[in-house]
């Protein structure tokens, strides 16, 4: 094949993952579990799950916007630097949150906000971990 008919590289190809689908869904979960509590236990627990969860999937909104925003092997530096930046990002958003809901938020259920916090967390990877195995 000569130069003008190679297909172009596959790294030009690629896409964003469907990152919103994972925030979308970190957000549902999020919402059905606050209400389930406040449904289930109290005013307090309904609104610690929905701070906890929010912790998890806000600065995971940040990180898709901030990591996502090139594309291709030509803005590789870029793609590289925005990921450093979205992470590095979502860390200090996540612990700003915990800090101001601990700090500002009073009656709260602590454990209920740490329990939500882990359970929308894991919801992200397994979410994650699904759209990673379709094809297409």
Do not use: C, H
């Not at 003008?4 to 596959?10: D, G, L, N, R």
């Not at 449904?39 to 627990?45: I, K, Q």
């Not at 958003?93 to 101001?100: H, R, Y």
Request: no cysteine; net charge positive; aromatic share 10%.
């Amino acid at each position: 094949m000569s130069k003008t008919q190679e297909p172009a590289p596959a790294v030009d190809n690629l896409k964003a993952p469907p990152i919103y689908k994972i925030i979308v869904t970190q957000s549902i979960a999020t919402l059905l579990a606050a209400l389930s509590a406040f449904m289930l236990l109290d005013g307090v627990t309904g609104y610690s799950v929905f701070l906890g969860g929010m912790v998890s999937a806000l600065p995971n909104a940040y990180f898709a916007i901030k990591a996502f925003r090139y594309s291709g092997a030509r803005q590789m530096p870029l793609v590289i630097k925005s990921f450093y930046a979205g992470e590095s990002g979502k860390m200090i958003i996540t612990a700003v949150l915990f800090a101001l809901i601990f700090a500002g938020v009073k009656p709260l259920n602590e454990l209920a906000v740490i329990i939500s916090y882990i359970l929308i967390l894991i919801t992200g990877l397994i979410a994650t971990a699904t759209l990673g195995l379709k094809k297409g």
